[in-house]
Every structure is written in structure tokens, then in C-alpha cells.
């Protein structure tokens, strides 16, 4: 098992930036990808990023692209989302994942959620 636990989040003005960190535990040498996803109330939870443990590739949503940057650092077991530019749209708890299989922008191919943390966008 991976646990994974989130923070970093906060309220922040349109047009700034935020850094989210996901730190990592158990059993990090199962891990292929990491994903943060995001959730809206009342909306269904979102892919935003993702990116490949040991060879660093990364992928985006359309909707962030540009934006936000995702990284790690697998000695410290850490993946980090630095957010810019921020939107009021963009305002929602941010989770990441461990990716398992299937499509990498669907939350149902993730496993090990970590418990969220909130980014609230005042415009």
C-alpha cells in the first residue's frame, strides 16, 4: 500500500499562485505515476495532472496547461503542482493519486487517494 497526503493549499487572489505538495509512504517502489486530480462541489473529480515516477514524463489537462507545472522528487518522495495564474474556476479540493491502469486522465484508473486539500480562488 501507498499513502499519499496532500497540503499546501489556501485561498489565494485570481492571477496568483500556489504550490501543492503530495508526499509519499509505504510502498513507493510499486509507484508508476502520480496524478492530481480536482473536485468542485457539485462537480465530478477532474484530472489536472499527472506525471511518470521514475522517468519524469508529464501530462496535463487542456485546462491547466501553461499554468501549472508538476514534478517530483522520488529521493524525498514527493510530487509537487505549482499553480500560476490562477482562476476562479480553478478553485476546488485537489487530490493526487497513484495511478493503477487504463486511462491516465480518468480518476477510476487511480488508487491510494490521498485526503484533499482545499484551493479556494477569490476574484
Known amino acids: 500500500q501507498v499513502q499519499l497526503v496532500e497540503s499546501g493549499g489556501g485561498l489565494v487572489q485570481a492571477g496568483g499562485s500556489v504550490r501543492l505538495s503530495c508526499a509519499a509512504s509505504g510502498r513507493t517502489f510499486s509507484i508508476y505515476a502520480l496524478g492530481w486530480f480536482r473536485q468542485a462541489p457539485g462537480k465530478e473529480r477532474e484530472f489536472v495532472a499527472g506525471i511518470e515516477w521514475s522517468g519524469g514524463s508529464t501530462y496535463y489537462a487542456d485546462s491547466v496547461k501553461g499554468r501549472f507545472t508538476i514534478s517530483r522528487d522520488t529521493a524525498k518522495n514527493t510530487m509537487n503542482l505549482q499553480m500560476n495564474s490562477l482562476k476562479s474556476e480553478d478553485t476546488a479540493v485537489y487530490y493526487c493519486?497513484?495511478?493503477?491502469?487504463?486511462?491516465?486522465?480518468?480518476?477510476?484508473?487511480?488508487?491510494?487517494w490521498g485526503q484533499g486539500t482545499q484551493v479556494t480562488v477569490s476574484s
Open positions: 493519486a497513484k495511478y493503477r491502469s487504463g486511462n491516465r486522465n480518468y480518476h477510476t484508473s487511480y488508487e491510494s
